[in-house]
Every structure is written in structure tokens, then in C-alpha cells.
């Protein structure tokens, strides 16, 4: 049970090359998420998904986007990578109880 | 829009020293309240999830308190050791299944 697994962990992109950041959880959870943490700003939700085939805009969804194809999947996209999404990016899913799990994070440079 | 906020910042305390850690939001309309743990470079991990019935969650250790009608949430740690150094983080459900984060607090426990 590997619980929640983030694919890379780090990647530096040059402004206005793409790429996917996945995530992959195997506790056959229906809720996932993704989030930005930045100094000062703390956790914000981008874009979360209610379960396999549906997604939804989080707090701070601008240049990014999601797909959510099968359950244990989340995938989330920079089409055009700008300096201000060098972050670092973690991935959650929920369980029932509302618990929520939290993958080790992709820290992403983007120059 | 609901807003959590964490005090103090940062807190540098002796080993063995018991301790709180004090979170507020403003929206009082919650499902729960998360305690998180975050080490340098990790994701979190989640500590204490406390029920919006509830008013309190313990687990060896920690002892979380939650007052909705006041928005306020602490969490205690006892008997304060080294290895409980890291950054606490609180998350409100409200809305749907969306957690907005406090910034956290930094504790360091020297020995």
C-alpha cells in the first residue's frame, strides 16, 4: 500500500515548456486534489476532482488544467509554464472519514 | 470566504515543555478541523480530524480542541520532544469537499 505517489519529484521547465505532473493513489479513494504551497501563501487548492471523469475549479486554477480518466489518477498540466507557478505541488485524496492524505510533493522551477 | 490563521509564526521551546498551538477561522459553518504535520521537504501528514459535533480529539501525545461558535481550534502537545519538531498546520472543511489551510506554525523543540 503505497498510499499517495507523486510523479516527478522535481523538474526545472523553461518558461513556456510543458508539462504533467501525476499523481497516483491506490486506496480506491473518489476525492483528489491538487494544491500550491508558496512561502507566505500557504496551501492553496488549484483543482480537485469528486471522482473518476470529473474535476473541479479550486482557488487558484489559472494556467493549469486536470484530467481525471481513471480513479487512481490525477493529472495535472502546465500548458505554458510562467516563473510565477515555480512552486512546490502536493497531491491529496480523501477517504471517508475525511481524512485526507497528501502525496511528497513535486518541487517544480520554472525560469 | 472563509480565512484560517495560525499564532504564533514560529515557536522555539525547551524539550520537555507542554506546549499549544493556536488556530482561528472566521466562517464557523465547518464539517471539521485537520491537524497537519509538515517536515522540510515532506508532505503532511494528517494528526487529529475533529467533527464539527465534536469537541475534542486526543491521540497519545496530542490533544486537539475545537469551539466552532468562536472559530477556534487549539492542539496541545505534552511532554514536548525533539522529534516534534516540524511545521503544524490547521484545515477547515466547509464547503463542499474543500480544506482551506492555515499558514502554519514552525515549532522547534531543542534539546
Known amino acids: ?111 | 470566504k472563509q480565512e484560517v490563521t495560525q499564532i504564533p509564526a514560529a515557536l522555539s521551546v525547551p524539550e520537555g515543555e507542554n506546549l499549544v498551538l493556536n488556530c482561528s477561522f472566521t466562517d464557523s459553518a465547518i464539517y471539521n478541523l485537520q491537524w497537519f504535520r509538515q517536515d522540510p521537504g515532506k508532505g503532511l501528514t494528517s494528526l487529529l480530524l475533529i467533527q464539527s459535533s465534536q469537541r475534542e480529539q486526543t491521540s497519545g501525545r496530542l490533544n486537539a480542541s475545537l469551539d466552532k461558535s468562536s472559530g477556534r481550534s487549539t492542539l496541545y502537545i505534552a511532554a514536548s520532544q525533539p522529534g516534534d519538531s516540524a511545521t503544524y498546520l490547521c484545515a477547515v472543511q466547509t464547503s463542499g469537499s474543500r480544506l482551506t489551510f492555515g499558514e502554519g506554525t514552525q515549532l522547534t523543540v531543542n534539546p
Open chain 1, 1 to 111: 500500500n503505497a498510499g499517495v505517489t507523486q510523479t516527478p519529484k522535481f523538474r526545472v521547465l523553461k518558461t513556456g515548456q510543458s508539462m504533467t505532473l501525476l499523481c497516483a493513489q491506490d486506496m480506491n479513494h473518489e476525492y483528489m486534489y491538487w494544491y500550491r504551497q508558496d512561502p507566505g501563501m500557504g496551501l492553496r487548492l488549484i483543482h480537485y476532482s469528486v471522482g473518476e471523469g470529473t474535476t473541479a475549479k479550486g482557488e487558484v486554477p489559472d494556467g493549469y488544467n486536470v484530467s481525471r480518466l481513471k480513479k487512481q489518477n490525477f493529472l495535472l498540466g502546465l500548458e505554458s509554464a510562467a516563473p510565477s507557478q515555480t512552486s512546490v505541488y502536493f497531491c491529496a485524496s480523501m477517504g471517508r472519514a475525511y481524512e485526507q492524505y497528501f502525496g511528497p510533493g513535486t518541487r517544480l522551477t520554472v525560469t
